[in-house]
């Protein structure tokens, strides 16, 4: 496993366990991040990731990121 920022741009990935405080893991479970679902990295900018998850594009943070482990 490693974290969702090591990932490299357009591959498909599968979500093994989110890290955190339960705040931090409810957040990212609001924005489509669960256990078993598929992220694909679109681009890195200035620290914070572009991804798809769930049909949907979502901005997250470099720190966020780290606790989303592929």
Same mark, same amino acid.
Do not use: D
């Given at each position: 496993?490693? *974290? ?12 093994? =366990?989110?890290? %955190?405080? *339960? ?12 256990? %078993? %679902? ?12 572009? !991804?798809n998850v769930k049909?949907? =594009? !979502? ?8 606790? !989303?482990?592929?």
């Open positions: 496993m490693i *974290p969702l920022n090591f990932s490299n741009v357009g591959e498909e990935n599968i979500i093994k =366990r989110i890290g %955190g405080t *339960p705040e931090v893991k409810q957040h990212l479970e609001n924005l489509g991040f669960v256990v %078993g %679902g598929n992220v694909t990295v679109i681009n890195f900018i200035g620290g914070n990731l572009i !991804v049909e949907s =594009r !979502v901005a997250i943070s470099e720190n966020l990121a780290n606790k !989303v482990m592929v």
